[in-house]
């Protein structure tokens, strides 16, 4: 089978981890702050903070934001079930905003009718994650103004978004956000197995998203409430997790850091190919925003039912031993989520693109033949299930 993402692990990548095995620190050693400030430096952001997933750093970034029982987190719910989660994890309510039709990103002016509607209930959020779905960045500034009107705060989940650029600036550099999140699983631009890294400008939330992702000890004294006992003194001064990124990780995101640019121009360049080929096919092609760079990391394609049935294409493409997968089930039809109050209808662009898409194969190594063999695929798909 044919994935629809993998990783590429060079023999420096494997170098890079074998080096760090044989030496003193397998966990809080030098180099995941090595990793934290190739980021910071790569993305433009002032800090960073390395997590063992995007799901941990997205806890830790509405924890430093002040996230609470009696707090609201929105987010879109096209998104994998992550970004919605973490407001649960403080106690907050999670609700969620429509997408556009044409990026699938969370939609502004959906937004901004709810935002409307909540002051009069006196319901607006705390926090809105604004999700970079597909890599394609949010339109950050649209967003960012109704910040300002409704005074929320925002986190920009950026796990398909790393090595993508907004307006010309990477994603990342927090121009228009609290604190930008990365994923480093497998399937994502670069990887660190499992990993993920928290960005922000502000020195304060950093602090506090570094004290809570190690059990909230900390070992400085002026953060103490009196002088140390001694030099293996430390004190918990808050509750903290153990969320920390092993220095395999770190290691093996430094190696992969160095090939990130190589990655995305070659996942548009595949990306560009998709769109030429299936040109001549009754099939939607990704939008991409004259405002956005995007990392690339999901070609979503959509199928209308008066064209042909999606779920027989992807059956059918299935078959035929193409990887092709469904970014994403809407949030708010889990089961888990519906006894919160949501139900199918809720939010009509968002299930309606649920029915027509499938996402094909697109990652840094593979080959045009690969794809030649999707397109096929694809084309005798809908021609056998039109
Ligand atoms: C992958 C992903 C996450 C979670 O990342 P992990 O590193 O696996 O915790 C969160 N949000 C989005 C949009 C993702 O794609």
Redesign the pocket.
């Known amino acids: 089978m044919l994935p629809y993402g993998r990783q590429d692990i060079t023999q420096a990548d494997i170098d890079a981890v074998i080096e760090v095995l044989q030496s003193d620190f397998l966990t809080q050693g030098p180099v995941v702050p090595l990793f934290e400030e190739a980021i910071a430096k790569k993305v433009g952001a002032r800090h960073a903070v390395a997590t063992n997933?995007?799901?941990?750093?997205?806890h830790l970034a509405c924890l430093a934001l002040g996230l609470g029982p009696g707090d609201r987190l929105w987010t879109s719910t096209i998104?994998?079930v992550?970004?919605a989660n973490c407001g649960l994890y403080c106690g907050a309510n999670v609700d969620f905003v429509d997408i556009d039709p044409q990026t699938y990103n969370l939609c502004p002016d959906a937004l901004a009718r709810k935002l409307e509607t909540a002051k009069l209930s006196g319901q607006l959020p705390k926090i809105v994650v604004a999700?970079?779905?597909c890599g394609q960045p949010c339109d950050m500034a649209a967003i960012h103004r109704l910040s300002i009107q409704y005074g929320f705060a925002i986190i920009e989940?950026a796990?398909?978004a790393i090595g993508g650029r907004y307006r010309g600036r990477p994603i990342g550099s927090c121009d228009f956000s609290d604190i930008t999140?990365f994923?480093?699983?497998p399937?994502?631009i670069i990887t660190t197995a499992?990993?993920?890294m928290a960005v922000t400008n502000s020195k304060a939330l950093h602090n506090t998203m570094e004290l809570l992702r190690s059990h909230g000890i900390t070992r400085d004294p002026t953060q103490m409430t009196h002088e140390p006992h001694g030099p293996w003194y430390y004190q918990q001064i808050a509750l903290g997790f153990n969320y920390r990124m092993t220095e395999l990780q770190g290691a093996l995101g430094l190696s992969q850091l160095e090939r990130l640019d190589q990655y995305v121009e070659r996942r548009h360049d595949l990306a560009e190919r998709y769109d030429r080929l299936l040109s001549d096919l009754p099939v939607t092609r990704p939008w991409q925003s004259p405002d956005s760079y995007s990392a690339r990391?999901l070609y979503v394609i959509r199928v209308q039912q008066e064209i042909a049935d999606r779920n027989h294409v992807f059956a059918s493409m299935r078959a035929q031993q193409i990887g092709v997968n469904l970014?994403y089930i809407p949030i708010h039809t889990q089961p888990y989520y519906t006894p919160l109050g949501f139900k199918e209808g809720d939010f009509p662009n968002a299930e309606q693109y649920y029915r027509e898409a499938i996402s094909l194969p697109l990652f840094g190594t593979m080959t045009e033949t690969q794809q030649d063999i999707v397109i096929t695929a694809l084309a005798d798909s809908i021609k056998g299930c039109g």
């Open positions: 997933s995007a799901t941990s750093a997205l998104s994998f992550a970004s999700v970079h779905l989940d796990s398909h999140i994923s480093f699983h399937v994502k499992e990993g993920g990391h970014h």
